[in-house]
């Protein structure tokens, strides 16, 4: 079993921050991919950042610049650092792991319990 555990999230007024935080526990063999997702009422679920193993990241265009994704190897939590949030960027964020539960090829998609992100004056 594997254990998603979010935390971070809030209500911040338009231009404020946040840092979301995702830490996996269980029975881990290595880490693929981190990232996070957002849903907004009425609207699909959407990407917003990931890292791979290898520490490159991707970004939504909507969050390019004011937000930063990074990652603790020895935690196995990944970090949201979102600035200067806009009425847009409230949702739901969930958090996506892919990983190795052993030492095989074969990878398991995890999402944490979400986390809801307020931006209202």
């Known amino acids: 079993q594997v254990q998603l555990v979010e935390s971070g999230g809030g209500l911040v007024q338009p231009g404020g921050s946040l840092t979301l935080s995702c830490a996996a526990s269980?029975?881990?063999?290595?880490?693929?991919?981190m990232g996070w997702y957002r849903q907004a009422p009425g609207r699909q679920r959407e990407l917003v950042a990931g890292?791979?193993?290898?520490?490159?990241?991707h970004y939504a265009a909507a969050v390019l610049g004011r937000f930063t994704i990074s990652r603790d190897y020895a935690k196995n939590t990944v970090y949201l650092q979102m600035n200067s949030l806009k009425l847009e960027d409230t949702a739901v964020y969930y958090c996506n792991v892919v990983l190795q539960r052993g030492p095989h090829p074969l990878m398991d998609d995890y999402w944490g319990q979400g986390t809801q992100v307020t931006v209202s004056s």
């Open positions: 269980g029975t881990i063999f290595s880490i693929n991919t």
């Open positions: 890292i791979t193993s290898g520490g490159d990241t």
